[in-house]
């Protein structure tokens, strides 16, 4: 089993940056590609960003291609996400999600584990 607890989202204006932090506990945080989601009301959750057990391999959604940015601290047992020039259409609960897969995924049916969630709003 693995815990994973997201923190960092909240209310920005248009043009501005949060970043989102997952902290993993339970099975060794390493074993695990990670991978971001969001939902947004009325819609289906959407890949947003992905990252390999070593951090050496990402996968980005096209709509946040030169946004955002997805890094990990195995050390910390942490993977966090770098949003940069948010924009309205960015607000949505984000989670953070595990896989235990060598490779990594933009299909959310590949993760095993999933945190509760954290809300980012984008204000115009």
């Known amino acids: 089993q693995v815990q994973l607890v997201e923190s960092g989202g909240g209310l920005v204006q248009a043009g501005g940056s949060l970043r989102l932090s997952c902290l993993a506990s339970g099975r060794t945080f390493s074993g695990y590609a990670m991978g971001w989601f969001h939902q947004a009301p009325g819609k289906e959750r959407e890949f947003v960003a992905a990252?390999?057990?070593?951090?050496?391999?990402?996968l980005y959604a096209d709509s946040v291609k030169g946004r955002f940015t997805i890094s990990r601290d195995n050390a910390k047992s942490t993977v966090y996400l770098q949003m940069n020039s948010l924009k309205p259409e960015d607000t949505a609960v984000y989670y953070c999600?595990?896989?235990?897969?060598?490779?990594?995924?933009?299909?959310?049916?590949?993760?095993?584990?999933w945190g509760q969630g954290t809300q980012v709003t984008v204000s115009s």
């Open positions: 990252i390999s057990q070593s951090g050496d391999r990402t």
């Open positions: 999600a595990a896989t235990p897969y060598y490779s990594i995924y933009n299909d959310a049916r590949r993760y095993s584990y």
